[in-house]
């Protein structure tokens, strides 16, 4: 077993429910992604990521997606973008699948 985390150390992590707004290719990334803009609503506005779902996801179906995201990590430079969020999936291999709130709820909310 890793590390645990105390209940503080948990706290600190702010997950939030965001909508897809925006989906591109990110040709240069060394692994096959896209960038990503995604609506945290009026307090968090929109933040930029990239992410590694091309293999379960086309573009046209992540529009409009609600997901959960890590949105205060610092800013992260990959290649010639700056990512601002982290977007959360379940890993088996080269295959992500997207955490999603399940119903449609207001972005911004936080996961506890």
């Known amino acids: ?17 965001g909508t897809i707004i925006e989906v591109m290719d990110f040709p ?7 960038k990503l ?7 968090l506005g929109v ?10 996801y086309a573009k046209e179906e992540l529009l409009g997606k609600q997901i959960v995201a890590v949105v205060n990590f610092p800013v992260k430079q990959i290649g010639p973008f700056m990512s601002e969020c982290l977007v959360l999936g ?4 080269k295959e ?10 207001d972005n911004g909310l936080r996961i506890s």
């Open 96 to 105: 992500v699948t997207l955490l999603e709130p399940g119903k449609d709820v």
């Open 28 to 34: 240069e990334a060394y692994n096959p992604s896209y």
């Open 47 to 56: 933040k930029k990521t990239s992410a590694q779902i091309t293999v379960r």
């Open 1 to 17: 077993m890793k590390d645990l985390l105390s209940w503080s150390d948990f706290e600190k992590v702010e997950m939030r429910v």
């Open 37 to 43: 803009r995604i609506d945290f609503g009026k307090d």
């Open 90 to 93: 379940a890993v088996n291999g």
